[in-house]
Structure formats: C-alpha cells, structure tokens
C-alpha cells in the first residue's frame, strides 16, 4: 500500500511563488512515474506536469515556463516549483503515482492566488 502526503500550499500573491512536496510511503516510489494535478472548483481535474522514474518530464501548457517537477527517489519525495503564479492557478493540487495497474493519489493541498 502507498500512501502520498502533500504538504506546500497556501495563499500567495499574484506573481509569487510556491514549492509544492508530495512525500510516498512505501518502497515503490522510485519504480513510477509520479505527478502533479490540479482541480479548481467547478472544473475537472487537470494535469499540470509528469515526471518519468528516470527524470523525464511532460508539462501542460499553462505550465510550462513557470513550473518545474521534479523528484528525490531517495527521499521518495515528488516537488513542484511554481513561479510567477497567477490568479488562474488557484485550485486543490494532488500529487499521483501512476502505476501500471492502479494509480494512487494524495489528499491534495490547496494554493490560493491572490492579492
């Protein structure tokens, strides 16, 4: 069983920034790819950015240029960076490990952007 604990959010300032973790239990974090989504009241949960066992990364287009994911295998921990934040990125962030059967999913961590 894996469990993913998200922790980083909070209320920030248009322009700000954030760096967001999603810590793993268990021993299989290192095998799988990992991600960031998000979902914003009313909309459908969205991809915001992937990263492969091996360190390959995919990102939406609203994020590209402003986030960066990325991951410590040793620590079984996932980050995402997000910089020069805008009001659109308020939204409930989850963090997903993407087994090839099964998908598990943290409780998510809320970032609110605003002034």
């Known amino acids: 069983q894996v469990q993913l604990v998200e922790s980083g959010g909070g209320l920030v300032q248009p322009g700000g920034s954030l760096r967001l973790s999603c810590a793993a239990s268990g021993s299989i974090f290192s095998r799988y790819t990992t991600g960031w989504y998000r979902q914003a009241p009313g909309k459908q949960r969205e991809l915001v950015a992937t990263i492969t066992r091996d360190g390959r990364t995919n990102y939406a287009d609203s994020a590209k240029g402003r986030f960066t994911i990325s991951r410590d295998n040793a620590k079984k921990t996932a980050y995402l960076q997000m910089n020069s934040l805008k009001p659109e990125d308020t939204a409930v962030y989850y963090c997903?490990?993407?087994?090839?059967?099964?998908?598990?999913w943290g409780q998510g961590t809320q970032v609110t952007v605003s002034s």
């Open positions: 997903k490990l993407d087994l090839i059967t099964r998908a598990y």
